[in-house]
């Protein structure tokens, strides 16, 4: 099972900032909040991801609070292209160089002109 | 474009056949990743491979097999198909067996 929660949808305006948030609770401190995104049927595209402190890149910024249960996935300025099911997964690593991504339903992100 | 490529795009086939989807990890990535993604499971992981080993296994059905070959390609194959078998079967790899995973396009499979 998904170990994370996120709202099953969600509106912005385009030119706004998008803060989609993430509950994982049950997150272990070796584990990553990684952020994925698909538009349509297009295979899953990868946005950012993080361990303990924020992270920014070129796509999105990603807050991760100080007990590490939850985060916030931030487009800084939203475009149509944007509309798209976004997935805040907990990375799960085991074993002998053993990994999983476990997807949950997502926040589908709809945003509007 | 993630650098991953999957064939063919498109698969339509009957009840109870064998199908092979192939997937090509980007350049230099050692591990690849088998998901599949149906209307009413979401997407599901099924295997990893890392350097032609298994590495990990999923909700793999016994009908289904993959392998990777010593040029880092790999072949998912699965066979006696039913109906529920219909589905989108995403491709991913990794430089390592810990790095990110970038997903390929797909190949959706039509079960008749």
């Known amino acids: 099972d998904a170990k994370t929660t996120q709202p099953p949808s969600m509106d912005c305006a385009e030119g706004r900032a998008a803060n989609l948030p993430c509950n994982h609770s049950?997150?272990?401190?070796?584990?990553?909040v990684y952020w994925y995104r698909q538009i349509h049927s297009q295979g899953p595209q990868y946005i950012i991801h993080?361990?303990?402190?924020?992270e920014t890149n070129e796509m999105a910024s990603l807050i991760i609070t100080e007990d590490r249960k939850s985060s916030t996935l931030i487009l800084p300025h939203a475009t149509l292209r944007d509309t798209a099911v976004y997935y805040c997964?907990?990375?799960?690593?085991w074993g002998r160089g053993a990994q999983k991504l476990v997807f949950g339903q997502g926040t589908r992100l709809t945003i509007n002109p | 474009d993630s650098g991953v490529t999957q064939t063919p795009k498109h698969l339509i086939t009957a009840t109870g056949q064998r199908v092979t989807l192939r997937c090509s990890p980007r350049s230099g990535d050692l591990s690849v990743y088998w998901y599949q993604q149906s209307l009413d499971q979401g997407l599901q992981f099924l295997i990893q491979y890392y350097n032609g080993e298994e590495r990990a296994k999923g909700n793999i059905l016994e009908r289904f097999s993959a392998q990777q070959f010593p040029d880092l390609h790999s072949e998912l194959n699965l066979s006696s198909l039913e109906l529920g078998d219909s589905a989108l079967y995403f491709c991913?790899?990794?430089?390592?067996?810990?790095?990110?995973?970038?997903f390929g396009p797909g190949t959706r499979l039509t079960v008749l």
């Open positions: 997964i907990v990375r799960e690593v």
């Open positions: 049950t997150i272990s401190g070796n584990e990553y």
């Open positions: 993080g361990l303990k402190n924020n």
């Open positions: 991913a790899s990794s430089v390592d067996w810990a790095d990110t995973q970038y």
